[in-house]
């Protein structure tokens, strides 16, 4: 069964340009995750998808990241304009919830995307 | 405010010593307590979880964690660690909206071959 997929595994920018990451989860998982990850710190949840629905964005930064999971199962993440502060590992995790919304199953990780932004 | 807080940053070891990882959170509803590991070059994965039921559960790779309740505590335990071991560490709860979770800052495992 294949994991996660994410790219570009590297991403380098300067600041101010546009960026975005891509996420396939694995085939069937229901729920998509973007997380944020700081050097020396645990991921940060950006938003969570059900299918299609974002039904968590709370911590995502909307006046410069967007996402979208068109069709409910890719996803793209996008920052633009990209700041200094942006650098960091952006995780996509996916996850099969059978117990409806809310529930805590096991997340499954992609590789990551590390971005620097010069 | 919901938080998950893992007291030690970075942990070295010689192999066949005993492992403790603290973790505790603040949480007052339906407790789901994850332990998640990232071997180096490798993407995070589970190693444990508490769901319900007996407060001490086993995971991969002889690891262990048991939740107590009164001290909002759920403490990874390993008797006796190996090189390969050597990984970083995550606790994780819930936090934020339903279904979400909180993840710990992480401890940095070192093993002394």
């Known amino acids: 069964e294949a994991g996660v997929v994410q790219s570009p595994r590297y991403k380098i920018i300067e600041k101010k340009q546009p960026v975005a990451f891509w996420c396939n989860p694995i085939?069937?998982?229901?729920?998509l995750y973007w997380y944020l990850q700081n050097l020396g710190q645990g991921p940060e949840l950006l938003i969570r998808?059900?299918?299609?629905?974002?039904?968590?964005d709370s911590q995502l930064p909307k006046d410069r990241f967007s996402a979208e999971r068109l069709k409910g199962v890719d996803s793209t993440l996008k920052i633009q304009p990209a700041e200094l502060g942006d650098s960091a590992v952006y995780l996509c995790?996916?996850?099969?919830?059978?117990?409806?919304?809310?529930?805590?199953?096991?997340?499954?990780f992609g590789p990551g995307t590390r971005l620097t932004v010069l | 405010a919901q938080s998950v807080s893992q007291h030690n940053h970075h942990v070295i070891l010689s192999e066949a010593a005993s492992l403790e990882l603290g973790c505790n959170y603040s949480?007052?509803?339906?407790?789901?307590l994850f332990w998640y590991v990232q071997y180096p070059g490798q993407h995070l994965q589970l190693l444990l979880k508490?769901?319900?039921?007996?407060?001490l559960v086993k995971g991969i790779k002889g690891f262990e964690a048991e939740f107590i309740k009164s001290k909002f505590s759920f403490n990874l335990r390993k008797p006796s660690v190996q090189w390969s071991d050597t990984a970083e560490y995550f606790c994780?709860?819930?936090?934020?909206?339903?279904?979400?979770?909180?993840f710990g800052k992480g401890t940095k495992l070192s093993v002394k071959p």
């Open positions: 995790a996916s996850s099969l919830d059978q117990g409806g919304s809310g529930s805590y199953n096991e997340q499954f």
């Open positions: 085939s069937g998982h229901n729920t």
């Open positions: 998808y059900e299918n299609e629905e974002a039904v968590d």
């Open positions: 949480y007052g509803g339906t407790v789901n």
């Open positions: 508490y769901f319900s039921g007996d407060p």
């Open positions: 994780a709860a819930p936090g934020g909206s339903q279904g979400n979770l909180i």
